[in-house]
């Protein structure tokens, strides 16, 4: 117990001085970065995807398989990786607290000869120790989704603040009168929890008719979220509406606005458009998501990673598509239609 007690204290101390990746890279802010690429535009600006060398072979670690979204972006991978022939290993910490054993399944991934890792991590720094490893090996690392290394050369994902601005703009646009609502965040730190919130919290504060009167962490955990919520709405049983910083916490709050019986006064938006979220609107539930779309991303973010492989200079971040979702356009994001009217979106501007 002593020995892993300790082998866990020099594993954490070492998040906190792992060297930087790449020493001449300002750190990462994965919404602001100027060197970018929208993801429909690859294909345009990069032309047909390149040939491969043979034996090429993916790894990909996630945060955890507990949560549906982590599971799409897998299929996201696989996807595209049966499309063009290439072998995808996914793998993922038991819950999204096991950060060293994240790093565990990410050393590995590297020792294993996988030519390109993809990174989904728990938090801004407990997979910073792989970079040097990875860049040792020769193996392109692609920082994907949620959590920013700050030394990441390569990111994909959707732009995080803009997830809260547009559940604000939402509120700002039905409930003209304003009014009290509350945020249930994500967990403490972890970059996309941070910009979400400040998304909302900045933008629905403008023009002075909404009151914020909580905003208190949920730890990406339905429970803990149902228990926050049930707080809230006992202290300000006049809210008007919550923010979360993803679905299963939403989920979890609109049980607990149904067991106030407020349901039909109190506004529930979640981010991540999975499944449960989508039926949820469709019966009346849940007010709205936030879909980023973890198929389309684990796609984009695979093909990202090959051409890095076959040596395309890629921007440093490929910007993923979301979409506010609610009862009147679910039909139209959802399943192999979500694509087509994403790209619809891009040509019109939105």
Do not use: C
């Not at 403490?188 to 998304?199: E, F, K, M, P, S």
């Amino acid at each position: 117990m002593k020995f892993l007690l300790a082998a866990a204290t020099a594993t954490l101390m070492a998040l906190a001085v792992a060297p930087a990746y790449s020493a001449d890279l300002a750190p990462l802010n994965s919404d602001t970065e100027k060197d970018r690429i929208d993801w429909s535009q690859l294909e345009a600006k990069f032309g047909a995807f390149p040939k491969l060398p043979a034996g090429t072979k993916a790894g990909a670690v996630s945060k955890t398989l507990t949560n549906e979204y982590w599971r799409s972006l897998g299929e996201g991978y696989k996807a595209f990786g049966d499309k063009i022939g290439v072998p995808v290993v996914y793998q993922a910490a038991q819950n999204e607290g096991d950060q060293l054993g994240q790093l565990t399944i990410a050393e590995g991934l590297v020792t294993q000869g996988y030519n390109v890792l993809l990174v989904s991590p728990q938090t801004d720094s407990n997979l910073q120790p792989i970079m040097e490893q990875a860049k040792a090996a020769n193996v392109p690392v692609v920082n994907v989704n949620d959590a920013v290394i700050p030394q990441a050369e390569h990111y994909v994902g959707n732009v995080q603040r803009d997830n809260g601005v547009r559940v604000a703009k939402w509120f700002i646009k039905n409930r003209p009168n304003g009014g009290k609502v509350a945020i249930v965040e994500g967990q403490a730190g972890v970059y996309a929890a941070v910009q979400r919130t400040d998304g909302f919290k900045s933008t629905i504060s403008e023009g002075g008719k909404f009151q914020v009167v909580a905003s208190v962490p949920g730890n990406w955990d339905r429970q803990t979220s149902y228990d926050a919520a049930t707080n809230i709405l006992q202290q300000h049983p006049d809210l008007i509406g919550f923010y979360a910083n993803n679905d299963g916490m939403a989920l979890g709050i609109v049980e607990a606005v149904k067991a106030a019986g407020l349901q039909d006064k109190v506004a529930v938006f979640g981010t991540d458009g999975i499944s449960d979220a989508y039926a949820s609107i469709r019966a009346g539930e849940l007010t709205g998501t936030v879909d980023s779309f973890p198929v389309l991303t684990g796609e984009v973010a695979l093909e990202a990673a090959l051409r890095l492989v076959a040596g395309q200079k890629l921007p440093r971040v490929v910007a993923t598509p979301q979409a506010l979702i609610t009862k009147d356009n679910a039909d139209r994001y959802s399943g192999p239609e979500a694509r087509k009217a994403l790209l619809e979106d891009v040509a019109a501007g939105q």
